[in-house]
């Protein structure tokens, strides 16, 4: 069998992928590269005055948003939860995993930050 391509999405990924709505798909892989439609990113590429997050004051990185933000604990504590005790729960397993990624679509939903985004797109 072929080794897959370090340069490529991951197998798993790719995989996971397949089932989700362009939008999701399109809003784990923002997530994935660090472009996500986060106050950072508005901030960069100059659409906001500074990078912090509405929630806390903090940066809104891509880590931020997923693991830390103390803004999103419950909806966090619900994903950690969908991803299974035994789960390990990094920002790599979350990006990198077949149950992570459909955990954090859910988590996404719940915190509603791309809510804008999202608006008249139909859930999965
Ligand atoms: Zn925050």
């Known amino acids: 069998m072929k080794e897959a391509g370090i340069d490529g999405p991951s197998p798993v990924f790719m995989r ?3 089932g989700l709505s362009k939008a999701h798909t399109s809003i784990v892989t923002q ?8 106050n950072r990113h508005w901030w960069r590429i100059g659409l906001r005055e500074g990078p912090d997050c509405d929630e806390c004051g903090e940066e809104e990185t891509v880590k931020h948003f997923v693991m830390e933000c103390r803004g999103y604990r419950s909806q966090r504590q ?3 939860r969908a991803m299974g005790k035994d789960a390990e729960f990094t920002l790599a397993t979350v990006l990198g ?10 988590y996404v939903q719940e915190t509603r ?3 804008g985004f999202m608006r008249g797109i139909r859930p999965i």
Request: hydrophobic share 35%; net charge positive.
């Open 16 to 18: 996971s992928s397949g």
């Open 31 to 38: 997530l994935r590269t660090g472009h996500a439609h986060l």
């Open 78 to 80: 619900r994903m950690k």
């Open 97 to 106: 995993t077949e149950k992570g990624v459909a955990a954090l679509i859910d």
């Open 113 to 115: 930050r791309w809510t």
